[in-house]
């Protein structure tokens, strides 16, 4: 069963940094595109970004909200994708949701979540 | 870039009903990447339908999707207790990829 469980969220002022931990497992995490998505409060999903296999160079991609202030990383002895966010805004306040990569196009299972509020 | 509308908003249905959401794209696209998602209060979003019409591992075969040209549509044909939740569509767009979904559609018990 594919399980993925984010950490690392809270409670962070403007213009300050967090980092976003997603453990992974039920699958061969290393063959597999991962994603980044988050939904306001009250509010819509979003896409954030995502990393490539490794085999694949690991090249990351993003929406245009966040490039530039956030990096998506992986390591996949560990499992892990990490979601480095800088420069944040009160705007990005919301739950965070790794996914995997379904057919590049979709997302196909997601963890539960963890919440970024950003406010001073 | 392209919009996806839903509607409605809201749908107030009974168990046993059927259930038929709509999402509309601002344009057409050459291919069927269009996804459905149902999210539940406090869950992560859960992939029903992908490419349009087919139906993801696991997902009852009560749940059905179709399009025609810019018109894509969710059919629930007899509600149960744990379909009401929120519906998402979202499409993607590829090089540079983006993905864009719709706002929703509540569906909540009459």
């Known amino acids: 069963e594919v399980q993925l469980v984010e950490s690392g969220g809270g409670l962070v002022k403007p213009g300050g940094s967090l980092r976003l931990s997603c453990v992974a497992s039920?699958?061969?995490?290393?063959?597999?595109?991962m994603n980044w998505v988050r939904q306001g409060p009250g509010k819509g999903l979003e896409w954030v970004g995502r990393?490539?296999?490794?085999?694949?160079?690991?090249?990351?991609e993003y929406a245009a909200p966040v490039k530039g202030r956030f990096t998506i990383s992986r390591d996949d002895s560990k499992t892990m994708v990490y979601l480095q966010m800088n420069s944040l805004k009160t705007e990005d306040t919301a739950v965070y949701y790794c996914?995997?990569?379904?057919?590049?196009?979709?997302?196909?299972?997601w963890g539960q979540g963890t919440l970024v509020t950003v406010s001073s | 870039e392209i919009v996806l509308t839903q509607s409605p908003d809201t749908l107030s249905l009974s168990p046993g009903e059927r259930a038929t959401l709509s999402c509309r794209a601002s344009?057409?696209?050459?291919?069927?990447?269009l996804a459905w998602y149902q999210q539940k209060p406090g869950q992560a979003p859960r992939l029903l339908i992908y490419?349009?019409?087919n139906r993801a591992t696991g997902i009852p075969d009560r749940f059905s999707g179709s399009e025609s040209g810019t018109d894509f549509t969710l059919i629930i044909s007899m509600l149960e207790p744990e379909d009401f939740a929120v519906y998402y569509c979202?499409?993607?767009?590829?090089?540079?990829?983006?993905?864009?979904f719709g706002p929703g559609t509540k569906v909540d018990i009459k």
């Open positions: 996914s995997t990569d379904f057919s590049r196009t979709y997302f196909g299972s």
């Open positions: 039920g699958f061969t995490f290393s063959d597999v595109w």
């Open positions: 990393i490539k296999r490794s085999v694949d160079g690991g090249r990351t």
């Open positions: 344009q057409s696209f050459s291919n069927s990447y």
């Open positions: 490419g349009a019409s």
């Open positions: 979202q499409h993607y767009g590829g090089s540079p990829p983006s993905f864009t």
